[in-house]
């Protein structure tokens, strides 16, 4: 249902579902052996179905909600290759070969979005305009120039950096002391996006049945029984695909990852000028603060979306569109008085490293833990785990064997974000 902000007139339903609302997939469960079982409708899950169906094997993908309910229909549809700990970071903690490997997945993960939109001829507003980076403080944009050089350097990743000058060129704001600048990415649809792959499983035989909640997995017999809402499924194989919304299906997975709540905003329609002046060039923009906003125009021109951690503690839907429409103005001050149409939030997932995880429990394969990057990455690895259960050596990635860790002090409850929340909006305030 389409709820409403009674005080500020604001649709709490994403502005995506506009043009792509979920929809349920209602089937009767299937008899005898299924050769997968995939927890989770998402990029992740419908990925690896689409490539295990391709296959010929029988696939049967569940979830609590709709498909692409959660944040791959949510999300800022911004396509990214970079990764959290950046070139440095990695090179640092696992060498400069290994550090080069586990990078180059993040590059390769965009290149398999473009190819799978095409194969699959999803319509889905792909733009491919690059995106701009812009740093918030000097120190944010040195540090910008010494990654640059590096990812130049090792892997002729051709991003350039940019002055404060240069950023007006994509963004017309003077908000920003310079940033870097990338030509090879961009953004889409995302539920335009979810909604093509969904339609290709099934088409290639996948079944998927959404709302279906996996309550437990037991084995038996060298085999799972999926214990769901609607009954029992028997399989070979199970993918974990839940990401931000694991839930308790497979408790030693949800303790590995912590779901973070983003919010974002679209404007009331704008004219298509107005907009375009905002953004001259249709990049994507994501900016270099630790509480960070991440904005762009909608694929039809006429809206500005803005999305990122607008409060601290938890907070109406109200009170944080009033938070990130005060975000738009700072940056836009043309959008003071620009009204919000719409406001909604969804789960991100983070690893202790900052790094995707993918990998298996015997017979139980997952993916997941994109760090904020999951539009391209979701998808890239949900086909690499379904290229491991093929036994493929093509579904061999530099995250293999990476460790995969939780903490003590975590249970699948992240009681320290505000705490962790407030250190960022600190460091924001004061440039520290």
């Known amino acids: 249902m389409n709820k409403k902000s009674e005080s500020l007139n604001i649709s709490y339903f994403p502005y995506w579902w506009e043009a792509a609302e979920p929809k349920p997939a209602i089937h009767d469960l299937p008899s005898g052996t299924q050769d997968v079982v995939i927890v989770g409708a998402?990029?992740?899950?419908?990925?690896?179905?689409?490539?295990?169906?391709?296959?010929?094997?029988?696939?049967?993908?569940?979830?609590?909600?709709?498909?692409?309910?959660?944040?791959?229909?949510?999300?800022?549809?911004?396509?990214?290759?970079?990764?959290?700990?950046?070139?440095?970071?990695?090179?640092?903690?696992y060498g400069i070969e290994r550090g080069e490997a586990i990078y180059r997945e993040s590059l390769n993960s965009v290149d398999f979005v473009k190819k799978l939109v095409g194969d699959e001829e999803i319509e889905c507003d792909l733009n491919l305009?690059?995106?701009?980076?812009?740093?918030?403080?000097?120190?944010?944009?040195?540090?910008?120039?010494?990654?640059?050089?590096?990812?130049?350097?090792?892997?002729?990743?051709?991003?350039?950096?940019?002055?404060?000058?240069?950023?007006?060129?994509?963004?017309?704001?003077?908000?920003?002391?310079?940033?870097?600048?990338?030509?090879?990415?961009?953004?889409?649809?995302?539920?335009?996006?979810?909604?093509?792959?969904?339609?290709?499983?099934?088409?290639?035989?996948?079944?998927?049945?959404?709302?279906?909640t996996a309550k437990a997995i037991k084995k038996k017999s060298g085999?799972?029984?999926?214990?769901?809402?609607?009954?029992?499924?028997?399989?070979?194989?199970?993918?974990?695909?839940?990401?931000?919304?694991?839930?308790?299906?497979?408790?030693?997975l949800e303790k590995k990852v912590i779901p973070i709540g983003s919010t974002m905003i679209a404007t009331e329609k704008l004219s298509k000028e107005m907009v375009s002046?905002?953004?001259?060039?249709?990049?994507?923009?994501?900016?270099?603060?630790?509480?960070?906003?991440?904005?762009?125009?909608?694929?039809?021109?006429?809206?500005?979306?803005?999305?990122?951690?607008?409060?601290?503690?938890?907070?109406?839907?109200?009170?944080?569109?009033r938070a990130l429409q005060k975000?738009?103005?700072?940056?836009?001050?043309?959008?003071?008085?620009?009204?919000?149409?719409?406001?909604?939030?969804?789960?991100?997932?983070?690893?202790?490293?900052?790094?995707?995880?993918?990998?298996?429990?015997e017979g139980i394969y997952f993916a997941l833990g994109y760090c904020g990057s999951g539009v391209a990455m979701s998808g890239y690895l949900g086909h690499k785990v379904a290229l491991k259960i093929l036994k493929s050596s093509e579904g061999d990635t530099a995250f293999d064997g990476l460790p995969f860790e939780s903490k003590a002090y975590y249970q699948g409850q992240p009681w320290f974000l505000p705490i962790a929340m407030a250190?960022?909006?600190?460091?924001?305030?004061?440039g520290f």
């Open 277 to 321: 002046s905002l953004f001259p060039t249709g990049r994507m923009i994501a900016d270099s603060r630790k509480m960070l906003s991440y904005f762009r125009p909608s694929p039809d021109g006429t809206r500005v979306l803005l999305g990122g951690r607008p409060t601290v503690l938890p907070s109406t839907p109200d009170v944080q569109a």
């Open 423 to 430: 250190g960022y909006k600190l460091r924001d305030t004061f």
């Open 129 to 212: 305009k690059g995106r701009l980076y812009p740093a918030v403080l000097e120190k944010h944009l040195d540090a910008m120039k010494k990654e640059t050089a590096l990812k130049q350097k090792h892997l002729g990743i051709e991003d350039e950096i940019i002055g404060k000058g240069q950023c007006q060129e994509d963004i017309a704001s003077d908000l920003y002391v310079g940033g870097f600048r990338q030509f090879d990415t961009g953004g889409l649809h995302p539920a335009k996006f979810v909604e093509g792959l969904a339609s290709a499983v099934e088409k290639n035989g996948g079944l998927i049945l959404a709302p279906c």
């Open 42 to 93: 998402g990029y992740t899950g419908l990925s690896a179905a689409l490539t295990l169906a391709k296959s010929g094997l029988s696939v049967v993908v569940l979830d609590t909600q709709l498909p692409g309910f959660g944040a791959s229909s949510r999300n800022g549809g911004m396509i990214s290759n970079l990764l959290k700990p950046g070139l440095s970071g990695l090179m640092a903690k």
């Open 223 to 252: 085999t799972y029984l999926i214990d769901t809402s609607l009954g029992t499924i028997n399989c070979d194989k199970v993918v974990i695909a839940t990401n931000g919304y694991s839930g308790g299906v497979y408790p030693s």
């Open 327 to 361: 975000r738009l103005a700072d940056i836009f001050p043309q959008l003071r008085d620009v009204a919000v149409s719409h406001v909604w939030t969804g789960n991100v997932a983070y690893s202790f490293d900052a790094l995707p995880a993918i990998g298996h429990d």
